[in-house]
């Protein structure tokens, strides 16, 4: 991890109207959400190909690193992401940060560790796409708008000339990746990528996805967004169907 | 733990009656002073030593636990274990005073004195009468001749469904011996107090207006130091509910191996029996032992698991052809075909008058394994506190886990309502997880929550995600709106088994 980063690109201007629409059902309608807030997200290419597929789901920094880059593109805090104690560390606590030292940085500790499962699936499918996404968190991670600028270098049109290959693949990658975080399911990125394409000739064309696992399907955020939970997993209180859902701030 | 019903639901019946004050498990050794259970200050596990000093604490008031540096979750779970052990050696202590590395198999223990722990079916007496701490047991008049013989110094159980159908009705656990496995849940004083306060006792109680609006919220232990522990009597734990699981031992070889109960075990009513209920007398092991203690920073509760080491081997040794039977409850080298794994008994599951404590089929035997295997620290932690309990049979022993919230701020949580309820106020309204993100996510005894082992969401056991879904028997007036209305009962089951009228 960590080679030289090229500058930012600018936003392609038609960026989040790269989704034709398609058949709308309460799936599409999630994936939907999900995929746009994909969408708005990509934006720049890296001079270095990830060659060297190298991430390390074992590694606290790469964990860290990944959490990051899901909080970039979901707009969830990382604190939520990874809870238990998710912490940016700095080399001389307290002074304040920047620089973040990625190795004292703590990647959370909650028991159900949906987060790994997000990284193993990642890293499995993609691993040059995925070490092309922590490089660029690694790029921008004392920027004070690292966020934004993950997004804008992953915001681009398929059919800019300028960028390569491996630049789309990432941005796919970076979609799939808020699909995962929102359904707690695994949307491969060439799927989406020939979606882009598909609907345009045929409205009803439904991605194929898979459920990552049990576990994510009970931590999908989009129902948790939406003050609910999934069919058949709730951890909420006996009764608490006869009150009113709590602030959403409890949820997110 | 989970199964749902673990602790209390599950249980719950058995139990029995009887009595009370004692009754002083066998006979042995003189009962010199009372040795109350009171509770210490948990020494902290990252700088305590695994030694015999060990073995005199008292039951911890809380837990004291040490993120320290590195695998956070790992060092967190060391200190949950390491105060189950605590807990473990306290409860299991001789009731005597004596040490518990001197005890002997059937050396009474201080959870089994009627002064510190009550069974549940000694507090949700018929009619749902009101009782106080220190009323003798009622022995059922089937067990009177035989518990007048024995002098009153034999455990009584009465078994109900819950003493032999696991949480949920998923079937009994039939032994290598083909016993039924028997179960009884049981609360110390602290749970009988607030239990009689509110007259929880009684579903009528329960079901009354004054109850409506009433959030059941059993008192939490604090150490020294800790917000709530002005609140506690001195020496006060707070809430603890125990759930045990008991193994027939008519060999008399067996019985060096466990601890010991002489027990009378009053077979479970048959509406379709004529003849008058079985009272069995039975030499009992211990094969499972659950505990729940409710604290001030864990109000979901902290719930230990300990069984037998012989009960089970784990799936992966017997993947490798690992085991190092005999087991209790799984017969080596049984071909799978014959002996299929983990499947419940055929039917009925019914103990019969004419069997007694035997299984109707008398060729079916349990196979059950460990499908969740335990980690290498806990089995390290488990080899350190069993070599210090000498030759005696608490060696045989170990800790499965300890669930615990791991939210530290979500599992300390207060109710702000306005005007603010009575303490400990926990907040039984934190969404969207209330459990406050258990860990581990699941766990589950072989001999308690046999059939709903695994990592499945919502249907493998987890001690919280089950009790979490506890409620109590109170109704919501007419004129109350729904919202208004609080139907929980702070994880136990055992509140649904008050008794409005005489059902056994």
């Not at chain 1, 994936?31 to 990509?42: F, I």
């Not at chain 2, 510190?116 to 009622?138: C, E, H, I, Y």
Request: aromatic share 8%.
């Amino acid at each position: 991890m960590g080679g030289s980063l090229p500058d930012k690109h600018p936003i392609a201007p038609n960026a989040i109207e790269d989704e034709p629409a398609g058949a709308v059902t309460r799936r599409t309608v999630l994936t939907g959400a999900a995929a746009v807030t994909a969408a708005a997200s990509v934006g720049t290419a890296l001079d270095t190909p990830a060659g060297a597929q190298s991430v390390d789901v074992n590694s606290q920094e790469h964990m860290v690193l990944f959490v990051l880059l899901s909080s970039a593109l979901t707009g969830i805090p990382p604190e939520k992401l990874a809870p238990g104690g998710f912490k940016l560390q700095s080399p001389n606590p307290p002074a304040p940060t920047p620089p973040i030292d990625l190795s004292k940085s703590i990647p959370g500790f909650d028991p159900v560790d949906v987060k790994r499962e997000y990284l193993t699936r990642a890293n499995e499918r993609c691993p040059a796409a995925l070490e092309y996404l922590l490089q660029l968190v690694r790029k921008n991670l004392n920027a004070s708008n690292r966020d934004e600028a993950i997004i804008a270098a992953l915001q681009f049109d398929d059919d800019d000339k300028t960028k390569r290959p491996a630049d789309v693949d990432a941005k796919y990658l970076a979609r799939s990746i808020v699909l995962m975080w929102y359904l707690g399911a695994w949307y491969e990125p060439t799927e989406l990528q020939a979606l882009r394409k598909d609907l345009l000739k045929d409205p009803t064309r439904s991605p194929r996805f898979e459920v990552v696992s049990p576990k994510a399907y009970t931590q999908a955020w989009a129902l948790r967004v939406a003050q609910a939970h999934p069919m058949g997993f709730s951890e909420m209180q006996f009764g608490y169907w006869t009150r009113p859902p709590n602030p959403r701030t409890d949820f997110i | 733990m989970r199964t749902k019903h673990s602790l209390a639901v599950g249980m719950i019946g058995i139990f029995a009656i009887a009595g009370l004050l004692g009754w002083t498990a066998s006979a042995q050794a003189p009962l010199p002073a009372p040795a109350n259970l009171a509770c210490d200050d948990d020494p902290p596990p990252d700088t305590t030593p695994i030694d015999a000093a060990l073995l005199i604490k008292g039951l911890p008031c809380a837990e004291k636990v040490n993120p320290g540096s590195g695998d956070t979750l790992a060092n967190l779970q060391r200190g949950f274990d390491f105060y189950s052990w605590l807990t473990f050696l306290a409860l299991n202590a001789p009731a005597d005073g004596s040490h518990i590395d001197q005890a002997k198999p059937n050396t009474p223990t201080k959870w089994e004195q009627a002064r510190n722990f009550k069974q549940l079916l000694d507090v949700m007496l018929p009619d749902g009468r009101a009782s106080r701490w220190g009323d003798k047991k009622t022995i059922p008049p089937e067990c009177l001749a035989q518990y007048n013989k024995l002098n009153g110094k034999v455990m009584v159980i009465e078994m109900i469904e819950e003493s032999f159908n696991e949480p949920f009705k998923t079937g009994p656990l039939i032994d290598q011996q083909g016993n039924y496995a028997i179960f009884d849940i049981l609360m110390n004083k602290s749970m009988f107090d607030y239990i009689q306060k509110h007259n929880l006792q009684s579903k009528v109680g329960q079901q009354s207006k004054e109850n409506a609006s009433l959030k059941v919220d059993f008192p939490a232990g604090a150490n020294k130091g800790q917000e709530g522990h002005a609140n506690m009597p001195p020496g006060d734990p707070g809430a603890v509910m125990i759930k045990v699981s008991w193994k027939v031992l008519d060999a008399p070889a067996e019985r060096q191996n466990f601890h010991t109960v002489d027990a009378l075990v009053l077979m479970p009513l048959d509406p379709k029996e004529t003849a008058k209920r079985p009272c069995v007398r039975k030499t009992l092991g211990l094969v499972g032992f659950h505990v729940g203690h409710k604290t001030v920073v864990r109000r979901q509760w902290i719930w230990t698991s300990f069984e037998h080491k012989k009960n089970v081997p784990e799936q992966q040794e017997v993947e490798s052809k690992q085991e190092r039977g005999p087991y209790n409850f799984y017969k080596v080298g049984c071909d799978p075909t014959q002996c299929p794994v983990n499947q419940t008994p055929p039917t009925p599951w019914d103990p019969k008058y004419k069997s007694g404590l035997k299984f109707f089929d008398s060729k079916f035997r349990s196979q059950i394994t460990r499908v969740v295997p335990l980690t290498d620290k806990t089995k390290d932690m488990n080899k350190q506190f069993q070599d210090i309990l000498g030759n005696t049979v608490w060696k045989n022993y170990m800790l499965l886990s300890t669930q615990w919230p791991s939210d530290f701020n979500c599992a300390k949580q207060k109710d702000a309502s306005t005007p603010p309820p009575p303490e400990p106020a926990t907040d039984f309204k934190k969404e969207p997880d209330m459990n406050c993100a258990p860990a581990p996510t699941f766990l589950a005894n072989s001999t308690l929550e046999t059939y709903s082992q695994g990592t499945d969401p919502l249907a493998s056991s987890s001690c919280m995600a089950c009790h979490g879904n506890a409620v109590s028997q109170q109704v919501r007036p007419p004129d109350m709106k729904p919202e208004g209305f609080f139907n929980q009962s702070d994880f136990t089951f055992m509140l649904e088994k008050a008794q409005s009228k005489r059902t056994r």
